[in-house]
Antibody
Framework: QVQLVESGGGVVQPGGSLRLSCAAS????????MHWVRQAPGKGLEWVAF????????YYADSVKGRFTISRDNSKNTLYLQMNSLRAEDTAVYYC????????????WGQGTMVTVSS | EIVLTQSPATLSLSPGERATLSCRAS??????LAWYQQKPGQAPRLLIY???NRATGIPARFSGSGSGTDFTLTISSLEPEDFAVYYC?????????FGQGTKVEIK
């Protein structure tokens, strides 16, 4: 079945770095754009980043631009999020999500991985 | 950035009742509006895309309408499993934003 499984979350100090991974299965990963979306504890959803199916273009929310980098390895069916210069306000559950072909909505979500930025 | 405002923040209803959730955009998003359901401890689930199209496997009691700046999600008759938080989401160029959510709770 179609599945996305995130990993790599944990506790990191302010200013530190972390790399999240998202393993995809059950669909042709290399044909679809992919997103990262986050949700701070008790808060709503915030879009973080998007990468086109072939990695040719990447887009970021202003809140993470210059600090986070989205990438993908289509040979490994895996999406990544490199997070640098982490701040307390980056504390959240991070979800990877598959984009619809039309790119308007997120049709498949992973279960999420928790990132806590704290000293 | 386009801001989505959802109302009400909380909707208290009984099973079997009709739920009407609103999402208003700060500027036109055409029909590029989606709705998601999220239950505690779970990932969001896509319900409606492009304002009125049900996603795969979504029951017919869920329907979406609207265009431009005003959108509505209607649940025709609430089932016990429908009590959750609902988010609207829009795409504008290469940016995606979510509303703050509406919690549908049992009255």
């Amino acid at each position: 079945q179609v599945q996305l499984v995130e990993s790599g979350g944990g506790v990191v100090q302010p200013g530190g770095s972390l790399r999240l991974s998202c393993a995809a299965s059950g669909f042709t990963f290399s044909s679809y754009g992919m997103h990262w979306v986050r949700q701070a504890p008790g808060k709503g959803l915030e879009w973080v980043a998007f990468i086109r199916y072939d990695g040719s273009n990447k887009y970021y929310a202003d809140s993470v631009k210059g600090r986070f980098t989205i990438s993908r390895d289509n040979s490994k069916n895996t999406l990544y999020l490199q997070m640098n210069s982490l701040r307390a306000e980056d504390t959240a559950v991070y979800y990877c999500a598959k984009a619809q072909i039309q790119l308007n909505a997120f049709d498949i979500w992973g279960q999420g991985t928790m990132v806590t930025v704290s000293s | 950035e386009i801001v989505l405002t959802q109302s009400p923040a909380t909707l208290s209803l009984s099973p079997g009742e009709r739920a009407t959730l609103s999402c208003r955009a700060s500027q036109s998003v055409s029909s590029y509006l989606a709705w998601y359901q999220q239950k505690p401890g779970q990932a969001p689930r896509l319900l409606i895309y492009d304002a009125s199209n049900r996603a795969t496997g979504i029951p017919a009691r869920f329907s979406g309408s609207g265009s431009g700046t005003d959108f509505t999600l209607t649940i025709s008759s609430l089932e016990p499993e429908d009590f959750a938080v609902y988010y609207c989401q829009q795409r504008s160029n290469w940016s995606w934003t979510f509303g703050q959510g509406t919690k549908v709770e049992i009255k």
